[in-house]
T-cell receptor
Framework: EADIYQTPRYLVIGTGKKITLECSQT?????MYWYQQDPGMELHLIHY???????EKGDLSSESTVSRIRTEHFPLTLESARPSHTSQYLC??????????????FGPGTRLTVT | QKEVEQNSGPLSVPEGAIASLNCTYS??????FFWYRQYSGKSPELIMS????GDKEDGRFTAQLNKASQYVSLLIRDSQPSDSATYLC?????????????FGRGTQLTVWP
């Protein structure tokens, strides 16, 4: 089973604030991902990482940034929150494992509301 | 064509019936496919993965992959009200060693008692 954690689970914050959403996994997976999902809508990949100090932007134009200083930790930062950032943010991780490659496991998500 | 497309539903079946969920894919994905279940307000949960042509069974779930026709399906036998959720089909991007997946929009399933 996946051991991937996200904090906070819920966040309500005012416009212009800087926020960091935390994601940690204890499985030693080398690959980690951030998705954005609005209610009833599809997942959009916003950032991914294939190892320490290796990150890439995804499909969705995002004003967020990420870092990967440790294998287990992949935080996402919004320098200046806006109401358009209101969404659910999902973190996932995977590894190339013999017999079960690229299975992604998701954390519980952070529901962000920017007022 | 999008990389992964699902019949959007919603799909409604009675308890005990077989629910059939379908997904088609483009040439931009590889032969690694996944089905996730997502309850309302929750995160996706991996329920099946399939990598080779044919059927793969796990309990009440059967995943089917047909490479010639480029579709993958999920059958849920003896459907239960607790199976009511959105089911997401996903596939690995072709050539991606980074494990990048493309997700469909999901099919909402309701199982009524």
């Amino acid at each position: 089973e996946a051991d991937i954690y996200q904090t906070p689970r819920y966040l309500v914050i005012g416009t212009g604030k800087k926020i960091t959403l935390e994601c940690s996994q204890t499985m030693g997976h080398d690959k980690m991902y951030w998705y954005q999902q609005d209610p009833g809508m599809e997942l959009h990949l916003i950032h991914y990482s294939y190892g320490v100090n290796s990150t890439e932007k995804g499909d969705l134009s995002s004003e967020s940034t990420v870092s990967r200083i440790r294998t287990e930790h992949f935080p996402l930062t919004l320098e200046s929150a806006r109401p358009s950032h209101t969404s659910q943010y999902l973190c996932a991780s995977s590894e190339l494992r013999q017999g079960r490659p690229y299975e992604q496991y998701f954390g519980p998500g952070t529901r962000l509301t920017v007022t | 064509q999008k990389e992964v497309e699902q019949n959007s539903g919603p799909l409604s079946v009675p308890e005990g019936a077989i629910a059939s969920l379908n997904c088609t894919y483009s040439d931009r994905v590889s032969q690694s496919f996944f089905w996730y279940r997502q309850y309302s307000g929750k995160s996706p949960e991996l329920i099946m993965s399939i990598y080779s042509n044919g059927d793969k069974e796990d309990g009440r779930f059967t995943a089917q992959l047909n490479k010639a026709s480029q579709y993958v399906s999920l059958l849920i036998r003896d459907s239960q009200p607790s199976d009511s959720a959105t089911y997401l089909c996903a596939a690995r991007a072709r050539g991606s060693t980074l494990g990048r997946l493309y997700f469909g929009r999901g099919t909402q399933l309701t199982v009524w008692p």
